[in-house]
Each structure stands twice: as C-alpha cells, then as structure tokens.
C-alpha cells in the first residue's frame, strides 16, 4: 500500500493537469472500480469540471462542480495516468474519464 508521501505525490502531479477540466465521458472496465454504495454511478461526472484535487489519509479526492467528489484509492499497484486520447488502453484499466478540450483522458491502473 503507497505510503502517504506517495499518495501526495500523485496528487501534486495529477493537479497539473486536471485541474479546470470538463469531463466528457465515464467508462467503468471492471466490476469493483466502482462502489456499489456510492451515492451517484459514475456517469453523473460526465459534464463535471474538475476544481481540485486533494488528499485524504490515502484516498485522493477530485472535487467538481457538483454536490459530490470522485475518490480514488490506488491500493497497492494503482496509478492515475493521464494520456493522450490515441494511446492504446494499459492492460489493467479500469476506469477512463476523457476530458473535453485537449485530447487526454485519465485512466485508472490497477493490477
């Protein structure tokens, strides 16, 4: 499990280039990406700016323009890449948000 500096670490660079960013779709490519419990599916993002990106203990938090956060916790192999829209998809994706204006998405990696 990455340790806190880690975690702080992703933040810091992920911040760069997320930040102001409108969601323009979703994907969801694996069944425990997402939490069942969660209070909105993951496709109410869609349209959604990205206004920050903080941490908490060694979650990461993706505040939007909604009522609502999109969390992140890397576990122990995880990583959150941001990529150019032609890149072929990483072998363990697991959810991908492409942004509107500038041809990347952000990819969720976990084995």
């Given amino acids: ?53 903080k941490r908490r203990g060694k979650f990461l938090w993706l505040e939007l323009d909604r009522d609502f956060v999109l969390v992140a916790h890397l576990g122990m192999s995880g990583q959150v890449l941001v990529q150019p829209l032609d890149v072929d998809p990483e072998k363990h994706l697991r959810v991908r948000c492409t942004f509107t204006d500038n041809g990347r998405a952000m990819h969720f990696v976990d084995q």
Avoid: D, W
């Fill in 1 to 53: 499990m990455p340790e806190l500096p880690e975690v702080e670490t992703v933040r810091s660079g992920l911040e760069k280039y997320v930040i102001g960013r409108k969601i323009e779709s979703a994907e969801s490519f694996h069944p425990r990406a997402v939490k069942p419990s969660s209070i909105a599916p993951l496709s109410s993002c869609i349209g959604a700016q990205i206004k920050s990106v």
